[in-house]
């Protein structure tokens, strides 16, 4: 815990020169996404993979373990497959396994509904960490994510996982907080779920900016002004949660405390933004600082290694710190811990909130 303390302390003296220098910002990739497919079996309701955002697009084995490799030489320390639905490439257990092999930790980001019936050569490749993004309890679950039944096999996919490896596999659940799941009752009912095959809780706020999610006021699913009374009460119930149960809350009371602002500012949310420390590879083998802006090159054309810290990737370094971007709603809990105003700020409790 010193050690945690003492980073975060010497992440908010980086940041706070930052601001007041902001070429001291350098490209330090930590982390690694990677969209190995677009195709998905859910059609959520806010989201384009699968219809019309890069369309039948996936990644070869060979240009992912390129990738891996190139990355694990620049410092990259975690690996996320992503999608679409990563668990419908089938050389997804080869590419868990060149990351554990490079020294990497790999996890995937899932909706868990063939999990179940497809852990076993993962784990056996090193797999240990699953996150599952998160809709809703039975009809709402399968009403967002247009595919009856949905919910019942995600709960059985699930629970196979823990009776076949117990606690040595983790699982993360994602709660999607979107204007219809912003509710005391929703958040209560994922909590229950996530309790029931013991994942660690993590809220995942509205993106207004993704390129892969349906505008928000599209589909409805963005936060509005009048809507803040009820964002402050899920505020609180989740401040009350994160007390009661701080192991498997995941995140800080400085972020919860912090989600009204993120979800009704948008982009008026003047954070410093860490994506210096991320990159990010779609389907097409696009190249991106992060999942939203700041395009590098294509690994379909160009090897990783000579993209990484070039020009282009300290500007966009430099770029992302100051929000010269759509400024989404990605990394914000550790945008919090980096920006000492925010720590100020969001130290003290809200109004209402209990003890």
Request: charged content about 25%; glycine content about 6%; aromatic content about 8%.
């Amino acid at each position: 815990m010193a050690a945690k303390r003492v980073g975060a302390e010497g992440a908010r003296i980086r940041h706070s020169i930052a601001e007041r220098a902001p070429s001291t910002i350098r490209p330090r990739p930590r982390q690694l996404t990677i969209a190995i497919t677009a195709h998905c079996n859910l059609r959520c309701r806010g989201c384009r993979y699968g219809r019309d955002f890069m369309q039948d697009q996936q990644l070869s084995l060979e240009t992912v373990q390129q990738v891996l490799d190139d990355a694990a030489e620049g410092g990259v320390e975690r690996v996320r497959f992503y999608g679409g639905e990563p668990l419908l490439h089938r050389d997804l257990p080869s590419m868990v396994r060149h990351a554990c092999d490079r020294g990497m930790r790999p996890y995937i980001t899932t909706n868990g509904t063939h999990l179940g019936r497809k852990i076993k050569p993962l784990y056996e490749a090193g797999l240990r960490l699953a996150t599952v993004g998160f809709y809703g309890i039975g009809d709402r679950y399968d009403d967002y994510t247009g595919r009856r039944e949905h919910f019942r096999r995600l709960d059985e996919s699930l629970a196979a996982v823990r009776a076949a490896y117990g606690t040595s596999f983790e699982l993360q659940l994602n709660y999607v907080l979107i204007r219809e799941t912003c509710n005391v009752a929703d958040l209560e009912s994922a909590w229950a779920f996530a309790t029931k095959h013991d994942m660690h809780f993590h809220v995942d706020l509205a993106n207004y900016s993704a390129p892969f999610f349906v505008q928000a006021a599209e589909a409805d699913l963005q936060l509005k002004p009048d809507d803040l009374p009820r964002v402050q009460e899920v505020t609180r119930a989740m401040l009350a949660l994160k007390r009661a149960e701080p192991a498997r809350f995941l995140h800080s009371v400085e972020f919860l405390r912090s989600v009204p602002d993120w979800l009704l500012k948008g982009p008026g949310m003047r954070v410093p933004c860490d994506a210096y420390e991320l990159l990010w590879i779609g389907a097409d083998g696009t190249l991106q600082l992060c999942d939203v802006a700041l395009p590098l090159g294509n690994v379909n054309r160009q090897r990783l290694r000579d993209i990484l810290f070039s020009r282009e990737h300290r500007q966009a370094a430099q770029d992302g710190f100051q929000l010269n971007c759509p400024n989404c709603t990605c990394k914000v809990e550790t945008r919090i811990q980096k920006h000492a105003a925010s720590v100020r700020r969001y130290s003290k409790p809200l109004e209402g909130e209990c003890a």
